[in-house]
């Protein structure tokens, strides 16, 4: 069974950083693409993040390009998301999902098969 579980959310000041984790286990992790999705209340589900793991190729939505690097540690099948220069905007719920193929980031993440339960990021101005 395909199961990904995130870590990392808190509470954190404008201007600062969080580092997201994403532990995937259920399928052979190097055939696979992982993508981070946030949803704000209020708001539909976006994508931020993704990266090919067989190639480590990844992609960002505008908002939050130089700020937030993803990562992939395929020894540990986990991915993380580092978060820098935090700001109130980035508060959401968020989610790591698994694709097959080349990941991408497009609309709600609907090609997307499995995702994690989330996890919350409040960001204080």
């Known amino acids: 069974e395909v199961q990904l579980v995130e870590s990392g959310g808190g509470l954190v000041q404008a201007g600062g950083s969080l580092r997201l984790s994403c532990a995937a286990s259920?399928?052979?992790?190097?055939?696979?693409?992982i993508g981070w999705f946030r949803q704000a209340p209020g708001k539909e589900r976006e994508g931020v993040s993704c990266?090919?793991?067989?190639?480590?190729?990844?992609y960002y939505t505008d908002s939050v390009k130089g700020r937030f690097t993803i990562s992939s540690d395929n020894r540990k099948n986990t991915v993380h998301l580092q978060m820098n220069t935090l700001r109130p905007e980035d508060t959401a719920a968020y989610y790591c999902?698994?694709?097959?193929?080349?990941?991408?980031?497009?609309?709600?993440?609907?090609?997307?098969?499995?995702w994690g339960q989330g996890t919350q990021v409040t960001v204080s101005s």
């Open positions: 990266i090919n793991s067989r190639d480590s190729i990844t």
């Open positions: 999902a698994v694709k097959f193929g080349i990941c991408s980031i497009e609309g709600q993440g609907e090609e997307y098969e499995v």
């Open positions: 259920g399928f052979t992790f190097d055939d696979y693409a």
